[in-house]
C-alpha cells in the first residue's frame, strides 16, 4: 500500500471510531441510559471534533444530564457549523427557558425550519413572553402557533392555562371545549379543566374532572396532586379520604393512592406525637424539685431542655456538655446530647457520646433505636446489625425495630432484600417513616419513577418539609432534571441554610453541572463537619479532581479505601487519577480490587487490559481477554467493546470472531455488519471488506456509512476512481456529511476527478452558503492548487462567521496567501489569528516571515525559533529560517537550514527559492 494510501485508512480508523461512537450513543440515548450516551459521545467528538451529528445528540444529553451551559455552547456550535436549525430549535428553545434566557429567546430567529420545528419554536417563544409575565404577547404567540396548526392540542392547553392564569376564565373554557372537541379523553386537557374550576373555588366541579383526568391517566403525578390539591385547598380531609377510599376501590393495589391515605390517617396521630413530646418536656421540667432548681447541674439540664425545645442547638449543647461534667452517667441527658449533636450535623460526635455508654442504651428501646442509627450514620453497620438482632428478640412486634432491620440490609448494598422485607411490613403503607423508606430504596435501586412518584405525595402531605424536599431533589438529580432538583433545594435551603442533606445534594448538582469550584466550596464545609463521612469524602474526591487537584482528591480517595476497601467509585476514580499521572501500575492495583469486588463487570477488566496494553504486556492482556470473553459472550455491546480491545493488542482474527458472534446475535443490524466490515479493512482483509459491503449495499443502497466503507475499500485496492463515486454518492445521499467531503477533498488535492469535485462544491455552495465546513475544503482544495484570489474570498466569508471552530487556520492561509502582495492585510490577519488564542506551529511561522519581509529580522528569528521548537518538520519553516539567518550574515546557519529544508521528502510552496537561495549563499 501507497503512504498515501496508508494515510487514508489511518484516518478513516478515526472516523470509523467516532461513527461508531456515535452509533453506540445512540442506542444508549434511545435507552435512556444518558449517562452512558455522554461518555460515547465525548470519545466520538475527540475523534471527530466536527461531527454534526454526535454534536447534536451530545446537545440534548447535556440538557438532560443537567449541563445546561455546557448544551447550549454545543448546539450553537453546530449551528454555526452548519447544522440544519430544525434539529436543534427544541433543545436549544428548552436550555434557553431553563436557564431563564427568556430575552435571548425572543430575540433569537431561525431559518429554513421545518413546519413543525417553527410552530414548536413560536411556543417556546411565547412561553418565554409567559415568563417574563409579557401576557399579552405570550397570548399573541400561542395564537400565531394555533393559527398554523389549529388542530394542536398542546397549544390549546397553553393557551387555556395562561387564560386561567390570567383569570380570563371565559376564553380559558373556550380553548378548553375545542381541545375536548378534538379530542375527549385527553387527561391534560381534563385536568386543566379541574384547574379552571379551583381557581374559581368551585371545588366539587373541579373534583368532577379531575376524576375523569385521574381515570384517564392514573400515573401522571400532576393529576393525582390537583385532585387532592382541591380537598386540601378546602380543608375537607373527610372527603379526601372519601375520594380516596374510591380511587383504591376502583384500583385496590394504587400505591400513591395508599400513600395518600396513609398520610391523611396519620395526620391527626403526627399532631399527637407533637403533643406528646411537648407533654413529655413540660413533665420534665416542672417535675424538678425547689432544691433541684437550686442546684447548678439542675439548672444547667433546666437550660439546655428549654434551649432544645426552642430549636437553639447550639446553646443547648453548651448546657448538656456542662450538666454532664457534674452528672455523667444521665442517659436521658446523653441521649439528648446525641439528638442534638444530630441536629448539628455531627453525628460522629453523637456516636462517640453514645457509645460509651451502650450497655445503659441498650435498656431502653428509644436510646438503642438512636445509637443503632449513629451507628448506621458513620459507616459502622456491622454494630448496627448486632444491635437490631438484640432489638428484634426483645421486641418482635415493634415496627421501629422492624424499620432499624430493614435499614441495616440497606446499609449493606442488600436492597432488593430490604424492600422485600419492607413490602412483607404490616406498616409499609400505613406508617410514613416506611413510606419514605421505601422510596430511599426504590431511588438507589434506580426505580427513580416510582421513589418520584412517592415524594410527590409526601409533599402534598407537608409541602414544607425539608427532608422531602430533599428526598424530591435527590430523586430529580438522578432522573436528569437538574433545573426542577435545584428549584426543591433552593426551597429547602431557604427554610434552613444549614440542611446538611441538602446542601450535599446541592454541591452534587453544582458539580454535575460542571461549576467545580462552587461545589467544592460547599463540600469542604460538610467535610469539616463529618470529616469521615465516605460519602462527603468521596464528593469532595470528585469535584477536587474535576477542578484540577488530583493531589488533594488522591488523597481523599486514599481515606475514602481506608474505611471501605471495596468502595468502586473510590477506586475507579483513583485508577483514572493513576492512569493520568502516568502511574499504569497503581491503576492496576485499584481495578484490581474493583474487579475482586465485582467479578462480573467486565468494564473494569476491560480497563486493566487497555492499561496492559499501553505498558506493552501483551501476553497479559490476552490472558485476560480470553476470561473477558467468558462474561459478555452473549451480549452483542460487549463483544463489541472485546473487539476492539482484540485488535489493539493484535488478535486480529479474535476481534473479526467477536464482531461475528455479536452478528449472530444480531443479523440484520447494520451497526455490527459495519464493524465487521471496518475489521476486515483494518486488517487489509480487502476481499472480505469488499464482499461484505457489496452485499450490504444490495438492501441498503442509500445507507451513507456503507458508501463510505464502499470508498475506504477501493481506496485501500488503490481503485481510487471508484472510490470518488462511493463518496460521491455518499454526500448526494446526505449533502452534509462531512466525512464524505473530506474523503473527497483528499482524492480531489491529489488529482483525481478534481474537476468533477470542483463542479460539485461549486454548485453545492451556490445551493447552501451555509455550510461552512464544505467551503473550508474547498477554500483548502483552491489554496493546495495554488489558485490564492479563488481561495481567498472563501476564506473571507468564512472567518466573518461568529464562533466557527478553527477560524485561525483561516486567517492563518488568509496571512499566507497575502504575504507576497499586501504586508499590512497580511499582519491584520495574522494578528487576528494570534488573537484567538491560538498556539499553532504554522501560525508562528506565518507570523515570523512576516516580521521577517517587514525587515524586523531579530523579531522574526525569535518566532521562527519558536515555531521550530513545535514543529522541527516542516521544510517551509526552515527556508524562512534560513533567509532570516542569511539576512543577519549567519550564513552558515542559513545554509545548514536550507539544506534540511530541501532534504525533506515533503513539497513545500517556495522549494524554487529555497533552491536559488542555496546557489547564492
Known sequence: MSLAAFLLVSSQVIAQTSSEFYEKALAS????????????????????????????????VLLISGYMYESEEVLEEALAMGADPSLIVDTLGKVWLYTKQNEKIIDSQFNNLTP??????????????????????????????????????????ALASLEIRDEQFDKALSYIELSLALEPTNAQTLRIKGDLY??????????????????????????????????????????AKQLLDEILQQTPGDPTGMLLKAWLLAKNQLSDDAAKELEKLSSQLAGLSEESLQDDPSLFYVSALSAFALQNYLQAKTFFIQYLNFVPDNIE???????????????????????????????????????????????????????????KRQYPENPNVELLEIKTLKSRGKL??????????????????????????????????????????LLQAVPENIDFLNLKAGIQIRLGNPAVAEQYLDQALAINPEHFSAQFNKANLLSSRGEHQTALQIVEKLNTIQPDNVRILTLLARCQFNANMSDEAEKNLERVLQKDINNLTALELLATIYTQQGELEKAIRQLN???????????????????????????????????????VKDDAVGLVELSKLQFKAGLFDDAKQSIADASAIHPD??????????????????????????????????????????????VASDNLDAAFEHYLLALEVNNLNRTAMFKLYQLAS???????????????????????????????????????????????????????????????????????????????????????????????????????????????????RKSFAMNSNSPSNQYHLAFTLQKLGRTGEAKASLQRALSSDQDFIEKKQAKALLEKL
Open 333 to 391: 441527658a446523653i441521649a439528648l446530647l446525641a439528638q442534638t449533636h444530630l441536629k448539628l450535623n455531627d453525628p460522629k460526635l453523637a456516636l462517640e457520646v453514645m457509645q460509651r455508654h451502650e450497655s445503659k442504651l441498650m435498656e431502653k428501646l428509644d436510646n438503642a433505636l438512636l445509637l443503632a442509627e449513629l451507628y448506621l450514620a458513620n459507616d459502622k453497620a456491622f454494630k448496627a446489625v448486632e444491635i437490631s438482632g438484640k432489638l
Open 198 to 239: 379551583l381557581f374559581q373555588k368551585d371545588m366539587p366541579e373541579a373534583i368532577t374532572y379531575y376524576k375523569q383526568s385521574y381515570a384517564l391517566d392514573v400515573d401522571d403525578p400532576i393529576i393525582k396532586r390537583s385532585l387532592v390539591s382541591a380537598y386540601l385547598q378546602n380543608q375537607d380531609i373527610d372527603s
Open 593 to 631: 480490587v474493583a474487579i475482586k469486588t465485582e467479578p462480573d463487570m467486565a468494564v473494569y477488566q476491560m480497563r486493566r487490559v487497555e492499561l496492559y496494553i499501553a505498558l506493552k504486556q501483551i501476553d497479559r492482556a490476552a490472558r485476560e481477554i480470553k476470561k473477558i470473553h467468558y462474561l
Open 416 to 457: 432488593e432484600d430490604a424492600l422485600t422485607r419492607l413490602d412483607q411490613s404490616e406498616y409499609a403503607q400505613t406508617n410514613l417513616r416506611f413510606v419514605i423508606l421505601r422510596s430511599e430504596l426504590l431511588m438507589d435501586m434506580g426505580r427513580l419513577n416510582e421513589a418520584d412518584e412517592i415524594a410527590d405525595k
Open 750 to 864: 491529489r488529482g483525481i476527478n478534481s474537476d468533477k469535485f470542483e463542479h460539485f462544491t461549486t454548485e453545492f455552495l451556490q445551493q447552501n452558503p451555509e455550510a461552512h465546513f464544505h467551503r473550508s475544503m474547498f477554500a483548502d482544495f483552491l489554496l493546495n492548487q495554488n489558485r490564492f484570489e479563488e481561495a481567498s474570498k472563501h476564506y473571507e466569508k468564512l472567518v466573518k462567521i461568529q464562533d466557527l471552530p478553527n477560524k485561525a487556520y483561516m486567517f492563518n492561509n488568509l496571512a499566507n496567501i497575502y504575504v507576497n502582495k499586501d504586508l499590512t492585510k497580511a499582519n491584520q490577519y495574522i494578528e487576528e489569528a494570534l488573537a484567538l488564542g491560538a498556539e499553532n506551529a504554522a501560525i508562528y511561522d506565518t507570523q515570523g516571515w512576516i516580521k521577517t519581509l517587514q525587515g524586523k529580522h531579530e523579531e522574526g528569528l525569535t518566532i521562527l
Open 116 to 157: 413543525k420545528s417553527r410552530n414548536d419554536w413560536q411556543i417556546i417563544v411565547a412561553t418565554a413572553h409567559l415568563n417574563l409575565k409579557n401576557i399579552d404577547a405570550a397570548r399573541k404567540g400561542y395564537e400565531l402557533a394555533l393559527k398554523n396548526d389549529p388542530a394542536n392540542i398542546r397549544t390549546l392547553n
Open 669 to 714: 443490524n447494520l451497526f455490527l455488519a459495519t464493524e465487521y466490515i471496518r475489521l476486515h479493512l483494518a486488517s487489509n482483509d480487502l476481499n472480505k471488506a469488499n464482499d461484505m459491503v457489496s452485499k450490504w449495499l444490495q438492501t441498503h443502497p442509500n445507507d451513507s456509512r456503507l458508501l463510505i466503507l464502499a470508498g475506504d475499500v477501493n
Open 29 to 60: 440515548f434511545e435507552d435512556k441510559d444518558f449517562e452512558t450516551a455522554y461518555i460515547h459521545l465525548k470519545n466520538s467528538l475527540q475523534q471527530n471534533e466536527d461531527s454534526l451529528p454526535a454534536k447534536i445528540l451530545m446537545g440534548k
